[in-house]
């Protein structure tokens, strides 16, 4: 089955500086990856998305790339602000195996104002 | 338009007891899939439920169980509990005809604690 995962697992970084978190996976068989962002005590809520056909997708400061030929997509935020610090999780889907998603660990991104 | 909710928010149980757990999906969303997310870690995937039946099962034991309801509602059970279970459990709704390539919306969780 599909294995995720994601690297770092803490991030810090200044408000306005960039912030990149890193995922891989192992089905090459996955073709939809979505990113969730968890505030404590809070539902995780989708971000962003992106399947296997494109390599990019931006929305306002937030874009993940997918790097099919070595399994790894990433997460980029850019401008960061104090309401960017929260848990963030990617995710893939295995479609040989199942409808569901596969979580990576999860990354604690804090903002310092 | 109301997501995902879940019932009840919080709840405290001993070993050995049983425990249901309540979800009813996003409007319009006849797929359910329950999570079991451990304090610092990922969700992991128990099962999910689509057309009253289980349609894929996570690496949980027969201790997990679940049901879904003609209106789409699920419920999770878990019977004898262990301390390990003690974690948040998230319902997650998929739209119709859901293939595994579209998002899964969140309910808030249930927060399950074992004593």
């Known amino acids: 089955g599909e294995n995720v995962e994601q690297h770092p697992s803490t991030l810090s970084v200044q408000e306005g500086d960039s912030a990149v978190i890193k995922c891989t996976y192992s089905d090459s068989a996955s073709n939809y990856f979505p990113w969730y962002k968890q505030e404590l005590g809070k539902r995780p809520q989708l971000i962003i998305d992106?399947?296997?056909?494109?390599g990019e997708k931006k929305d306002q400061r937030i874009a993940v790339t997918l790097n099919k030929t070595a399994k790894h997509f990433s997460l980029h935020i850019t401008e960061t602000q104090p309401e960017d610090s929260a848990v963030y999780f990617c995710a893939a889907n295995s479609p040989a195996f199942s409808t569901n998603f596969v979580f990576g660990p999860g990354t604690r991104l804090s903002v310092l104002p | 338009d109301a997501g995902v909710t879940q019932s009840p928010t919080h709840l405290i149980k001993t070993r050995g007891q049983q425990v249901t757990l309540r979800c009813s999906p996003k409007s319009g969303h006849d797929t359910v899939s329950w999570y079991q997310q451990a304090l610092g870690q990922g969700p992991q995937f128990i099962f999910q439920?689509?057309?009253?039946?289980?349609?894929q099962r996570g690496n949980f034991p027969d201790r997990f169980s679940g049901h879904q309801f003609p209106n789409y509602s699920s419920e999770l059970n878990v019977n004898a509990l262990l301390l390990g279970d003690s974690a948040l459990y998230l319902c997650a709704s998929s739209p119709k005809e859901y293939r595994g390539n579209q998002p899964q919306h969140f309910g808030d969780g249930t927060r399950l604690s074992i004593l």
């Open positions: 992106i399947r296997s056909n494109v």
């Open positions: 439920y689509y057309e009253e039946e289980e349609r």
